[in-house]
């Protein structure tokens, strides 16, 4: 029986997989979910041969199931081509204690461009299946790295319009920048005064306006989302890690069939849901270890069973992490309750009301695959500046997250299996906090002679997302205050 899509909210009637990812959003508010998690028809050593091409088509393939071969097969050319500055589009640096595997060689150099390269050309391969005439809006909340990412996958594509809204202080000044500068006369760009919840609440709330769908299909456009929540952002995200399993058999590193271990930097929680997901298709995955920067509402979680989002936001030198309500965190919940949408209606109620839930002893349970943690802004530092030393590797602080739960990991359980480290951003994206972490000599110096500087040290040229906005004019200068957000948008449409 192929894979059809439920919401996590409510068992009505299933749709397709191009229905889900032109919805983007269940009318309940509830996230879609394949009716059940599909196996690897295809053995490891046989993937193992492929480039990554070959295993996105191997693993998107039983997800995306009224897309024909030849739909599918043109995506992912279309995708995964020169944009990305090498043929192996994620590989994978060993060092001494880890293998960092690389998911910023795209467009924009952060790990949102392995799923949005592709999603414009689902979406509007989707919109022809289902012989859509409207305009489809895409609507997007950003921490910094999905704006620009899905600026670049939609900007002139025909049939669609891009709004992306970000915290106005709570992003890097390089993220910014890329933002601001992005062309395309279908891009709209917008800094609110809030933070990244505040922007993800709004365009949720955006979502199930009614009233306004109504509007918006009465002047021919409907609305559509890049962010994680769409599975058409959250399979691409799975095939990375099976063809990393793949790599590392293929290299003989590892054995057919040996576990490994996997670490994410996590933030809206897709990217580890995505590795999740990868477990139960059947690649061998023994723990999955979440890393939380200061906004560690995941490592309480994991940790009491409560999640509870009442506490102080901080801004962290990982702005792509600074989120207190991580969405996809739902899916999770769905499955931990043993595919329950009226407990996971009720959880995310609760959510919304009180910012607080608690799961059963039983829900807990099934979260023995999970491992959370957080690294302070201190250890996050002192992660990047020994890397550096230890391996002449210089990590993103986002990574840097990530590897200093790792090493935390290892010495309190002695666990020694051998780990994948998802590697989300190029360090030249977060220049600043990256230089800082290794010489506090750096602290005087510009943003882009911060960019040289890093370019010398760690002896990499210098990106081309990075060479184009060196110069490029700003062509976004648009504020507004959270709850502004949806005039906003009808002013833009012309509502
Ligand atoms: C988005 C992002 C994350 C968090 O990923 P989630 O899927 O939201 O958990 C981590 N690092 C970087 C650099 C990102 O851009």
Do not use: W
């Not at 979260?367 to 391996?391: C, H, M, P, Q, R």
């Amino acid at each position: 029986m192929s894979v059809v899509y439920y919401s996590t909210r409510s068992k009505g009637e299933p749709i397709s997989a191009s229905q889900a990812i032109l919805k983007g959003l269940s009318d309940d508010g509830g996230l879609f979910v394949p009716s059940r998690i599909p196996e690897l028809d295809v053995s490891l050593q046989e993937l193992s041969k492929m480039d990554y091409p070959g295993v996105a088509y191997e693993v998107m393939k039983l997800y995306l199931s009224d897309f024909t071969e030849e739909e599918l097969k043109n995506c992912i050319k279309n995708a995964y081509d020169e944009k990305f500055d090498t043929r192996e589009i994620a590989p994978i640096v060993k060092t001494k204690d880890a293998y960092f595997l690389e998911l910023f060689h795209g467009a924009t150099i952060a790990f949102k461009d392995m799923a949005l390269s592709i999603l414009p050309h689902l979406m509007t391969t989707a919109a022809r299946k289902n012989n859509i005439q409207n305009e489809i809006v895409i609507l997007t909340a950003t921490s910094g790295d999905t704006g620009k990412a899905a600026l670049a996958g939609f900007a002139d594509v025909e049939g669609t319009r891009i709004i992306v809204f970000y915290p106005k202080n709570g992003v890097s000044p390089i993220q910014e920048k890329q933002m601001v500068t992005q062309k395309g006369k279908n891009t709209y760009v917008v800094g609110i005064h809030g933070n990244f919840d505040d922007a993800q609440t709004g365009v949720k709330n955006i979502f199930s306006d009614k009233a306004l769908a109504e509007t918006m299909d009465q002047k021919g456009f409907q609305f559509s989302s890049a962010n994680s929540i769409n599975i058409g952002r959250l399979v691409p995200q799975i095939c990375y890690y099976v063809y990393a399993y793949v790599k590392l058999l293929e290299k003989g590193e590892i054995e057919e069939g040996e576990k490994i271990n996997v670490v994410v930097p996590t933030g809206n929680f897709g990217n580890i849901l995505a590795a999740f997901y990868a477990k139960n298709m059947g690649l061998p995955i023994g723990k999955l270890i979440c890393a939380s920067n200061e906004n560690k509402v995941l490592y309480d979680f994991f940790d009491t069973g409560i999640y509870d989002k009442n506490r102080k936001f901080v801004l962290t030198s990982s702005p792509s992490m600074d989120i207190l309500i991580s969405s996809n965190l739902e899916r999770l919940i769905y499955y931990i309750a043993g595919n329950d949408a009226d407990k996971t209606k009720e959880l995310m109620s609760l959510l919304s009301g009180q910012g607080k839930y608690e799961i059963t002893p039983k829900m807990k349970e099934n979260l023995k695959d999970f491992y959370g943690n957080y690294a302070s802004e201190e250890k996050t530092a002192a992660a990047i500046k020994d890397v550096y030393f230890d391996n002449d590797y210089i990590m993103d602080t986002h990574t840097a997250v990530a590897y200093s739960v790792y090493k935390e990991y290892k010495e309190t359980t002695g666990d020694t299996t051998k780990t994948i480290i998802a590697s989300t951003a190029s360090p030249f994206k977060f220049t600043r906090s990256v230089m800082n972490a290794i010489d506090k000599k750096y602290e005087t110096l510009g943003d882009f002679e911060l960019v040289d500087e890093l370019s010398k040290l760690g002896q990499i040229k210098v990106p081309n997302a990075i060479e184009e906005i060196r110069t490029a004019p700003v062509v976004h200068n648009n504020q507004c205050d959270a709850a502004d957000m949806k005039a906003t948008v009808e002013k833009y449409l012309g509502l």
